[in-house]
């Protein structure tokens, strides 16, 4: 059963407009959400997080978008550019020290 | 964000030798350090959890004799292939979470890419 999922494996947007990258879970356990970035052959880059007491966090061009009540949340980043592409995973984990949760991630492409 | 590494990066060997992969928290101090590995095309599965001090907690279908896990000290985990075959080339990504004020936020290493030949 997968906990957490991202239904889109693959998005293109347009240099400049804005990219939205979905992530949807099922454990109402979880409380604490992270976005990463990853290129082939690197680890994931941390990119952006947020707390379940929160419905938004902002940073810079990525704002994190909760929505507890429907078990959904999405990666907002605007305007996109040509270096944001790459895959990107959402991630859960719970108030214990439990591993995370990942998402098989999302491949954006940024076409210029 | 906090900073992980990762030696070697790389890494080539004969089949039947052991390998180490150190993995560290260069300014944080990482109560839990995790073990991935990732096949090409595919998403991170992890392998081990461990605790400062204490023994690791390995995944279903993970040898824990095959893949040794240390974390001695809060900055420092190892991970050692014993006996390397052909099937363990992969790469290798370690990932460390905080203590205190930064125990939700998770951390990941640039991974070292091991080749059995």
């Known amino acids: 059963d997968q906990q957490v999922k991202q239904n889109s494996p693959s998005l293109s947007v347009q240099e400049g407009r804005i990219s939205i990258l979905n992530c949807d879970y099922t454990?109402?356990?979880?409380?604490?959400f992270l976005w990463y970035k990853k290129y082939p052959a690197e680890g994931p880059t941390f990119l952006i997080s947020i707390s379940s007491i929160k419905d938004k966090n902002e940073d810079g061009r990525f704002t994190v978008f909760l929505n507890k009540s429907a078990k959904h949340l999405s990666l907002h980043i605007v305007p996109s550019q040509p270096g944001d592409s790459a895959v990107y995973f959402c991630a859960a984990h719970d108030s214990g020290n439990t591993p995370l949760v990942f998402g098989k991630g999302t491949r954006l492409s940024v076409i210029a | 964000g906090a900073v992980v590494s990762q030696h070697p990066s790389w890494v080539i060997c004969k089949s039947g030798t052991s390998v180490k992969i150190e993995c560290r928290s260069l300014d944080f101090q990482a109560t839990t350090m995790f073990w991935y590995r990732q096949f090409p095309k595919q998403s991170l599965m992890l392998m081990a959890t461990?605790?400062?001090?204490?023994?690791?907690?390995?995944e279903q279908g993970v040898e824990k004799d095959k893949f040794l896990i240390n974390h001695a000290s809060l900055t420092l985990s190892t991970l050692t292939v014993t006996s390397a075959h052909p099937e363990d080339s992969s790469f290798y990504i370690c990932?460390?979470?905080?203590?205190?004020?930064?125990?939700?936020?998770?951390?990941f290493g640039p991974g070292t890419r091991l080749t059995v030949l």
């Open positions: 454990n109402s356990m979880f409380d604490y």
């Open positions: 461990s605790n400062e001090g204490s023994k690791a907690t390995y």
């Open positions: 990932s460390a979470r905080g203590i205190g004020g930064s125990r939700n936020e998770q951390f």
